[in-house]
């Protein structure tokens, strides 16, 4: 008889919490700065020590992040949480720095079509344009982190090939940067594509850091985050109450919802630090705040050790 291989996953994990970025920028109304600042210090309470807090973009790009320095400024006595923040070019990097941001997020597409909708600029002339924001945060002692929108597939383009990812990573590894988020933009991604596309990328950059960016437009966020489990990825966005979507990408819904994905961790047994019950009662009240949520199973059916009170005729079963 063969021995039973057990699934072999990390059995620890880091959640960042982007319900302050990806989720807000999606809302058309204006969400109060102090309103805002409430569901990151819930958040804070939750035991989230990772949060894409805002993005430093042109007001006029996404109206809903104009206090972007405001709502950084006012959330520097929150110590216990790593914040981060997107920035899109030089300007909005100095604006992060100088506003108590010291980790910067990279924004760049894997294709051209969708690089043009969002930046208005191919993939390679938008990579580019990153070399001075990493030349500012070095000189000003900040953290840089890369990323590659619709890494997965386009919604413009489709599949995207093995060497366009290779070729973006590489350029990355040269300007010095050493962990990328892949971002499915809008839920294009399958479990095995997933699996097999991770162990080709760390087999050619094996010094990269991974992290996974999962938006569950289709369903399979959970899925393809198991998937990359078993890469051994254990850096994951999400969002509370499934907040999000990316205004440039048509079609594209919110992320994983953040009680979603640490009920199921738990699950699993893959610690998180994250107390699920009060991540619940966050998104609940988010819920009500925005008047909506973006797709979240733990509001719709709760935890599944939630458990309910027998019918009475099935009492005497015990």
């Known amino acids: 008889m063969s021995e039973f291989k057990q699934l072999s996953i990390p059995s620890k994990v880091e959640i960042c919490e982007v319900a302050p ?4 920028q999606a809302e058309t109304e204006w969400i109060p700065t102090e309103t805002k600042l409430s569901i990151i210090r819930e958040l804070a309470n939750t ?10 973009v042109h007001p006029k790009a996404i109206p809903q992040l104009k206090d972007a320095e405001e709502v950084v400024r006012k959330s520097q006595d929150l110590t216990g949480i790593k914040f981060r923040a997107l920035v899109p070019n030089v300007k909005g990097a100095e604006r992060a720095i100088d506003a108590g941001i010291i980790k910067l997020k990279l924004m760049l597409s894997a294709t051209d079509a969708h690089s043009l ?55 990355y590894t040269k300007m010095g940067i050493d962990e990328v988020s892949l971002a499915d933009t809008t839920g294009m991604a399958n ?26 437009t289709r369903g399979m966020a959970l899925a393809n985050a198991v998937a990359a489990l078993q890469q051994g990825v254990i850096h994951f966005d999400s969002s509370v109450a499934g907040l999000g979507g990316c205004p440039y990408a048509p079609g594209a819904s919110g992320n994983i ?38 797709g979240s199973y733990m509001l719709q ?3 599944s050790s939630e458990l309910h009170i027998k019918p009475a005729s099935q009492e005497k079963l015990g």
């Open 191 to 216: 479990p095995v594509q997933v699996y097999n596309l991770l162990g080709q990328l760390k087999d050619q950059f094996p010094a990269m850091t991974f992290s996974m960016h999962l938006h569950n």
């Open 21 to 24: 970025r990806d989720g807000f």
């Open 47 to 56: 035991g989230v020590k990772s949060m894409e807090i805002t993005s430093f």
């Open 301 to 303: 059916a709760g935890p």
């Open 257 to 294: 919802a953040t009680e979603d994905l640490v009920h199921s961790f738990h699950e699993m047994g893959i610690e998180t630090g994250i107390n699920l019950n009060s991540m619940i009662n966050v998104a609940k009240g988010v819920k009500e705040k925005m008047g909506h949520d973006g």
């Open 117 to 171: 909708s969002n930046a208005n600029s191919t993939s390679e002339e938008a990579q580019n344009k990153l070399e001075p924001i990493i030349e500012v945060a070095a000189k000003r002692g900040v953290k840089v982190g890369g990323s590659i929108s619709v890494a997965f597939g386009c919604p413009y383009e489709g599949d995207v090939p093995l060497s366009r990812l290779a070729a973006i990573l590489d350029r």
